[in-house]
């Protein structure tokens, strides 16, 4: 499965950025579809996804200001994230996993100013 992010930026305390995943190829195998993250000097930790289309999962470090959706349609996934802080400054990766195979798209820096 291909995978292409956009969406990431520069934004202050408080604000909102969209982050968009959209995806190709085998997609009717697709097992689990996500976001995660890696700061500066930290390993790379979950965001938020869903598996097998039955529930969203999101870290508790995120949980109440970022939605993750989808869009079949488009063969997109979306992160939303509200009230950023200046600890979600990281690279954001999309990720989708199968029997069979682990992607990730290309990164996305997301910079939050304190």
């Known amino acids: 499965v291909q995978l292409q992010a956009s969406g990431g930026g520069l934004v202050q305390a408080g604000g909102s950025l969209r982050l968009s995943c959209a995806f190709s190829g085998s997609t009717f195998s697709i097992k689990f579809i996500g976001w995660y993250r890696q700061a500066p000097g930290k390993e790379r930790e979950f965001v938020a996804g869903?598996?097998?289309?039955?529930?969203?999962d999101y870290s508790d470090s995120v949980k109440g200001r970022f939605t993750f959706y989808r869009d079949n349609a488009k063969n997109t996934v979306y992160l939303q994230m509200n009230s950023l802080k200046p600890e979600d400054t990281a690279v954001y990766y999309c990720?989708?996993?199968?029997?069979?195979?682990?992607?990730w798209g290309q990164g996305t820096q997301v910079t939050v100013s304190s």
């Open positions: 990720n989708v996993r199968g029997f069979d195979y682990n992607d």
């Open positions: 869903i598996s097998s289309g039955v529930s969203t």
